[in-house]
C-alpha cells in the first residue's frame, strides 16, 4: 500500500510517500526556522500562514521526488494532534479534501506515536516489546511499545519537555533558536565535568521527570557568573546537556530492566543529540541492551513517521471520517 503522509503540527510542511509502511519513496520537510528566529521561538500565527503557502509544493515535490503519480496514492495519513490548532488545521484538511476528492481512505495520526513509528522506518527494527524513550520540544515520555498500535505510556515530564529546556538554556545564553542543536554543537567544545548541574530523577525507581529545575540551575549560574559567563558558554551547555542525559539514559535503560525488554529505542527531535545518543548506547551496552535510534532525519518532524503510524492503524481497520476534528494536546494517565 503506498500512503501520502502529511505533517504540519508545528513549524515544519512535511510530506512524504512511503510504500508498504516502511519503505521511503520520498521524504520532504520545509522547516519554517527562518521566519520564527527573530522572534526566538514558533509564532503561531506565522506557522500556520507559511503552512498554508508551503502544503501545496511540498505535497508535489513529494510525489514527484517519489516519482508516483496521483492515482497511485492508495491512502492518507496526517497529524491530527497534538501540537499548534492552526498549524495542524492545514495539513488535516488538505489530506481530508484529497482524500474525498480522490475517493480514497485517510487516517489521523498522533504525532507522539508518529515519533514512536519512526523506528520501523529503519533496516534492524526492534522487536515487541521494547521500551522507547520519546524526547522532543513538546514532549518527554518512556513507553512500553507492545504492538504497532499499542503504546503504554509507563511516564512522562511533569513540566518542561526535554527539547524545551534546551531551548530555553540557549535562549538564556543568548544563543538563538532552536537550540537543541547550538547547545549539543557547542557542547562539543566544553568540558562536561566542570559545571555539575542538579539532575532531577524525582523518584529514582518511577519515569516521570522534571526538566524545570535543570533551566533554574542554569539561570542562576549564569546569574552570579554574570562577567565572566560568557566565556564559560561552551562549558554550560556541556554540563547542562551531561545532566539532562543522564536522566534520560537513566530512566529508559531503568524501564527496559523493569519490564525485561532486551531492546529499545529513542525518538524525537532531541534523539538528534550526539551525546544522548552516545552516552545510551554506553549504557545500553553495558547492561546487554540493545538501543535503536533512527537516522538524524527521522528524529526531527517528518512526514515518512506518520505515513508509517497511519499504515498500521489503516490496516487495522482505523480509517477515518470527515467530521474527525484535530486536538492541542492529549490527556494522559500513566499506565
Ligand atoms: O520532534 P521535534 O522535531 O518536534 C517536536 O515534536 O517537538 O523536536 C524538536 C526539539 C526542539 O526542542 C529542538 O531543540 C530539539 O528537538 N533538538 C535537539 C537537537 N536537535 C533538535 N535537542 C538536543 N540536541 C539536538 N541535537
Ligand atoms: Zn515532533
Given at each position: 500500500m503506498i500512503i501520502l503522509g502529511i505533517e504540519t503540527s508545528c513549524d515544519e510542511t512535511a510530506a512524504s510517500v512511503v510504500s508498504g509502511g516502511r519503505k521511503i519513496l520520498s521524504s520532504i520537510v520545509s522547516s519554517q526556522a527562518e521566519i520564527h528566529y527573530p522572534y526566538g521561538g514558533v509564532v503561531?500565527?506565522?506557522?500556520?500562514?507559511?503552512?498554508?503557502?508551503?502544503?501545496?509544493?511540498?505535497?508535489?515535490?513529494?510525489?514527484?521526488?517519489?516519482?508516483?503519480?496521483?492515482?497511485?496514492?492508495?491512502?492518507?495519513?496526517?497529524?491530527?494532534?497534538?501540537?499548534?490548532?492552526?498549524?495542524?488545521?492545514?495539513?488535516?484538511?488538505?489530506a481530508k479534501a484529497y482524500a474525498f476528492a480522490m475517493n480514497i481512505p485517510w487516517v489521523g495520526v498522533n504525532h507522539l506515536e508518529g515519533h514512536i513509528h519512526s523506528i520501523f522506518l529503519e533496516p534492524d527494527p526492534p522487536p515487541f516489546p521494547f521500551i522507547s524513550l520519546l524526547a522532543s520540544g513538546g514532549h518527554t515520555g518512556i513507553y512500553l511499545v507492545n504492538s504497532y498500535t499499542e503504546m503504554?505510556?509507563?511516564?512522562?515530564?511533569?513540566?518542561?519537555a526535554a527539547g524545551e529546556a534546551f531551548d530555553k538554556v540557549a535562549k538564556m545564553l543568548g544563543l538563538g533558536y532552536p537550540g537543541g542543536k547550538i547547545i549539543s554543537d557547542l557542547a562539543e567544545q566544553g568540558n562536561r565535568s566542570k559545571i555539575c548541574f542538579p539532575r532531577a530523577y524525582l523518584e529514582k525507581s518511577g519515569f516521570d521527570f522534571s526538566f524545570s529545575g535543570i533551566k533554574t540551575s542554569v539561570s542562576r549560574f549564569i546569574q552570579n557568573n554574570y562577567s565572566e559567563y560568557k566565556e564559560m558558554t561552551p562549558d554550560i551547555a556541556a554540563g547542562f546537556q551531561e545532566s539532562v542525559v543522564d536522566v534520560l539514559s537513566y530512566k529508559l535503560l531503568n524501564a527496559a530492566a523493569l519490564k525485561k525488554c532486551e531492546h529499545v529505542s529513542v525518538v524525537g527531535g532531541v534523539a538528534a543529540n550526539n551525546?544522548?545518543?552516545?552516552?545510551?548506547?554506553?549504557d545500553g551496552s553495558a547492561s546487554g541492551i540493545k538501543v535503536h535510534i533512527p537516522s538524524v532525519a527521522l528524529c526531527g518532524d517528518n512526514a515518512a513517521m506518520i505515513a508509517a503510524a497511519g499504515y498500521h492503524s489503516i490496516i487495522s481497520g482505523g480509517m477515518h471520517d470527515l467530521n474527525q476534528d484535530v486536538f492541542a494536546r492529549v490527556i494522559e494517565k500513566n499506565g
Open positions: 503561531p500565527e506565522l506557522a500556520s500562514r507559511k503552512h498554508m503557502e508551503s502544503i501545496v509544493p511540498v505535497v508535489r515535490k513529494a510525489m514527484s521526488s517519489a516519482g508516483i503519480e496521483q492515482q497511485q496514492i492508495e491512502a492518507i495519513a496526517v497529524t491530527r494532534g497534538p501540537g499548534l490548532i492552526g498549524s495542524l488545521l492545514v495539513g488535516f484538511s488538505f503504554e505510556l509507563m511516564g512522562q515530564t511533569r513540566d518542561d551525546r544522548l545518543r552516545e552516552k545510551v548506547e554506553f
